[in-house]
């Protein structure tokens, strides 16, 4: 069985400065690891994901996150932020094997301030 | 491809009525998943399919709720009877085994009102 911590609800941030927004996970077998994004009223859209190879991985629209082992963690980043980032951040997990479900983080509440 | 398609987007109904939500995963994709998403709880699976067949449904609350797939292009969601705490959005998500390692596509999702 898998789960994910995100250790911060709610996040404000000022347009243009730097974000991070943090997620733990537990796990007893090998993972891969996901950020998803929700904006308002929206479905969730995948924005990064973990397999393998590269312990960072990074998004189209200038979001990373780096993949640590030891620390059990997948944290988000982006160095300057937009008023367009505002919105709900998910970490998710699931096994390696199989195709089998995410298990979700409680999400993070983005907002980007002017 | 038009995605993961859910109807209908927003549902209000009174306690103690029927409600069905219906989904169509993507074309060729053989995985379905049923997610709920709530304040208090967040987003939890509620049920997933493998092939049409389901595979965990331990996440599904209460005999109120069943799902089913009869085929490869379709599945709902019941609850009979609805009540005020089964508010919340419905979400399915598709995937298929391949190059994108289980990707999981999500709907819109379906907002439910139970008043």
């Known amino acids: 069985a898998q789960s994910v911590t995100q250790l911060d609800s709610q996040v404000p941030v000022f347009e243009e400065a730097p974000v991070e927004l943090r997620c733990n996970y537990s796990?007893?077998?090998?993972?891969?690891l996901f950020w998803y994004v929700q904006y308002p009223n929206q479905g969730l859209q995948l924005l990064l994901k973990y397999l393998s190879g590269s312990t960072l991985v990074e998004s189209i629209n200038g979001f990373e996150a780096e993949f640590n082992k030891s620390q059990t963690s997948f944290h988000l980043r982006k160095p300057s932020v937009h008023i367009s980032d505002t919105a709900e951040y998910f970490c998710?997990?699931?096994?390696?094997?199989?195709?089998?479900?995410?298990?979700f983080g409680k999400g993070t509440r983005l907002s980007v301030i002017a | 491809d038009a995605g993961v398609i859910q109807s209908p987007r927003h549902e209000v109904t009174e306690m103690g009525q029927e409600v069905t939500l219906r989904c169509k995963p993507i074309?060729?994709?053989?995985?379905l998943f049923w997610y709920r998403q709530t304040m208090m709880r967040g987003l939890e699976l509620l049920i997933y399919?493998?092939?049409?067949?389901?595979?965990?449904d331990s996440g599904m609350p209460e005999d109120r709720f069943s799902a089913k797939m009869p085929n490869a292009s379709f599945s709902t969601l019941k609850i009979q009877p609805s009540e005020p705490r089964d508010s919340a959005v419905y979400f399915c998500?598709?995937?298929?085994?391949?190059?994108?390692?289980?990707?999981?596509?999500f709907g819109p999702g379906t907002r439910l009102t139970v008043l």
């Open positions: 399919f493998n092939n049409n067949v389901p595979i965990d």
């Open positions: 796990s007893s077998v090998s993972v891969y």
């Open positions: 998500a598709s995937s298929s085994r391949g190059l994108l390692q289980n990707e999981q596509f």
């Open positions: 998710a997990v699931r096994g390696i094997s199989g195709n089998t479900p995410l298990v």
């Open positions: 074309s060729g994709h053989n995985s």
